[in-house]
């Protein structure tokens, strides 16, 4: 059995416990674990991606229990595609945290590994079960990363984010007790062969666990009803925790593209395609929402925010496509706005830091050190994150748009993308040029607000990852054409769900 | 008594619906374990009321109960209370930093 797939999870968890038990060590011994761990992951998030990336599909049974009996696990594309832009994400996020987060609170390199843990295993796993397992591995990590640090507002927003992920899981859970009630079966690749042989009797049963399944990825998603816990929640907490979110969204981005095209996709007989007449409106919906929310937004943090929700919204307008090149160019998007925004993230936070108590506010302050510096920072991260050429955010939304000719949606989506793309543009110029352009000269004389400000140098500690983030992103723009090309055999292999069924099925024949 | 077991998930999961949408802390998390009861026993009726069989395959069993369900909700109870617990701790946590136990806590911006 090729144990390459199982280590992507192993290696988070070893290195969180491995951690806890280094609880009274230093912070650089700590640092230094979790830096080698977050490289290392890297290096078999590559290996894998590697090894899946001519079409296989590696299927790990553990304790050799075979399906659909046992527990598996399956690295195909996608799932390596996503195993990759997770390790490279978190070893910024991680680099990032080094510059003094990680000393705020004792126990942050544990719960990032944790995190890690729960993301990769939420990937890989081929049983839905296991899926709500991760789920919550992830959300509880998550909850003490979202609150790591402390502070009134912190906890005010983390009690609503606990609370309604909560909520969350309750629903997970009658959806999965529901599906096997019916069905008799939890893991992916044999539902997919059930649900399509669903008794006419209980095909309302599946159809409304498929719904709740919906609303639940919805919500980690953050789809238009759903979205309301994010933009508070991520723009109180701290930089490199809420850069390490910009993937969780896409777990549930990632859910949807897996559970609606194998278990609920076009093979799924009477029960196919359930999501079509949902999924787009309600991405679109949510596009338009979020770009109301980032002209509206009071503070840099906050803007950023709702740069998430409008990523979920135009990443699942992608997947909404049914489509393989809609699928294609949303998995090309996805890596490039996960980035992106993780990089505003870190540089709002290096921007909020040096204006004292304005912090992050979106009015004209008083000139910062190395404004210049920073604003041209900053240009190039707006241009990246709303999608202006050349870099790869443009190319993403080129294929989406080129995707979605066909559909005959097509004027709704082309104009709402465009036009999202041109107040994005609007929204980040007016944030920029009260922060940079009309920030006032200092007087320190009389000035006692200037003391506030710290006047500390960047530290290459706090740019690195945001130049690395951004190069990651220049990297996709050089490296489109083999990019894209991986991501078009993703969404064929996406589509083909019977070789997924087979690969799952006939590995655990004895 | 199936149509007890699902009158009582019923009523748990209506109440805790209605106690999650209170203004305070304390209801709300009471409502969180309501529900949580109420799916934990959704769960476990998955695998159909069966009484006096066994989960195991033996000789003498004349019919089985099955065993996912029982492990699957053993799996969601442990989940569960370790969601609770953390949310008890942050809801504490959120009275004493914010003064009052609202689920807004009144009086922050």
Same mark, same amino acid.
């Given at each position: ?27 650089? +011994?700590?640092?230094?674990?979790? %830096? ?79 995190? &890690? ?10 049983? &839905?079960?296991?899926?709500? #397992? ?11 990363? &979202? ?91 701290? @930089? ?24 609920? %996709? ?28 980032? &002209? ?7 803007? #950023? ?34 980035? @992106? ?124 990852? +945001? ?13 489109? %054409? ?29 | ?109």
């Amino acid at each position: 059995m090729n144990h390459i797939v199982i280590a992507p999870l192993l290696l988070p968890l070893f290195t969180g416990i491995f951690l806890l038990l280094l609880r009274e060590q230093r912070i650089y +011994v700590k640092r230094l674990i979790a %830096g080698a761990s977050g490289i290392a992951l890297i290096t078999i998030a590559f290996k894998l991606l590697c090894q899946v990336s001519d079409g296989t599909i590696l299927v790990y049974a553990l304790s050799d229990w075979s399906a659909p009996y046992g527990i598996t696990l399956v690295a195909d594309r996608l799932a390596a595609w996503m195993v990759m832009t997770t390790s490279l994400l978190s070893i910024f996020a991680l680099i990032y945290a080094m510059h003094g987060t990680d000393r705020e609170g004792r126990h942050f390199h544990i719960m990032f590994q944790l995190q &890690l843990f729960g993301l990769n295993g939420a990937f890989l796993t081929g049983d &839905l079960f296991n899926l709500f #397992v991760f789920f919550e591995v992830l959300l509880l990590a998550s909850y003490s990363l &979202l609150l790591h640090g402390g502070g009134r507002k912190r906890i005010r927003s983390g009690l609503h984010f606990v609370v309604i992920n909560v909520v969350g899981s309750s629903l997970f859970l009658f959806a999965v007790g529901t599906l096997y009630g019916v069905l008799g079966t939890l893991n992916m690749a044999d539902l997919a062969i059930k649900v399509a042989a669903t008794p006419p009797e209980n095909l309302v049963l599946v159809h409304s666990a498929g719904m709740l399944l919906f609303a639940v990825f919805a919500l980690k998603a953050a789809l238009l009803p759903f979205y309301l816990w994010l933009p508070s929640a991520y723009s109180q907490t701290s @930089a490199p925790s809420a850069a390490l979110f910009a993937i969780m969204t896409k777990v549930g981005a990632y859910s949807i593209l897996r559970i609606y095209t194998l278990i609920f %996709g076009d093979h799924a007989g009477p029960l196919a395609n359930l999501l079509e007449g949902w999924l787009l409106p309600m991405a679109l919906l949510t596009i338009i929402i979020g770009t109301f929310g980032l &002209l509206g937004s009071k503070r840099l943090r906050q803007q #950023v925010s709702y740069l998430v929700v409008i990523s979920a919204g135009t990443l699942l307008t992608g997947f909404s496509l049914d489509s393989a090149a809609g699928i294609a160019a949303g998995l090309y998007y996805l890596p490039h706005t996960t980035f @992106a925004t993780a990089a505003m993230f870190l540089l709002a936070d290096l921007i909020s830091k040096r204006r004292g108590l304005m912090e992050d506010r979106l009015d004209a302050g008083y000139v910062i050190t190395q404004q210049k510096f920073l604003g041209a920072v900053f240009f190039a991260l707006a241009i990246l994150a709303s999608g202006l050429p050349p870099l790869s955010g443009f190319l993403g939304k080129f294929m989406l748009l080129q995707a979605a000719l066909d559909h005959p949606a097509i004027v709704f989506i082309m104009g709402i993308v465009l036009l999202n793309g041109l107040l994005t543009v609007i929204g980040l110029a007016r944030s920029g040029s009260l922060m940079f352009y009309e920030a006032h000269a200092v007087d320190k004389s009389t000035n006692t607000y200037y003391s506030q400000v710290s006047p500390e140098p960047l530290n290459v500690r706090e740019l690195l990852p +945001v130049f690395s983030l951004l190069g990651l992103c220049l990297a996709m723009t050089i490296g489109a %054409g083999s990019l894209t090309e991986f991501t078009a055999k993703t969404a064929a292999q996406l589509l083909d769900t019977s070789a997924y069924i087979e690969a799952v099925l006939s590995k655990g024949a004895p | 008594m199936e149509a007890l077991i699902s009158l009582l998930i019923g009523v748990l999961t209506a109440g805790g619906v209605y106690l999650c949408l209170r203004s305070h802390t304390f209801p709300v998390v009471l409502g969180l374990t309501l529900l949580s009861y109420a799916v934990n026993l959704f769960l476990f009726m998955m695998g159909r009321l069966v009484i006096g069989k066994p989960p195991i395959i033996s000789e003498s069993a004349t019919g089985y109960a099955d065993p996912v369900p029982q492990a699957l909700v053993l799996t969601a109870i442990v989940i569960s209370f370790a969601m609770t617990a953390f949310i008890i701790v942050l809801a504490l946590k959120a009275r004493t930093e914010m003064g009052n136990d609202h689920v807004d806590g009144k009086g922050v911006n």
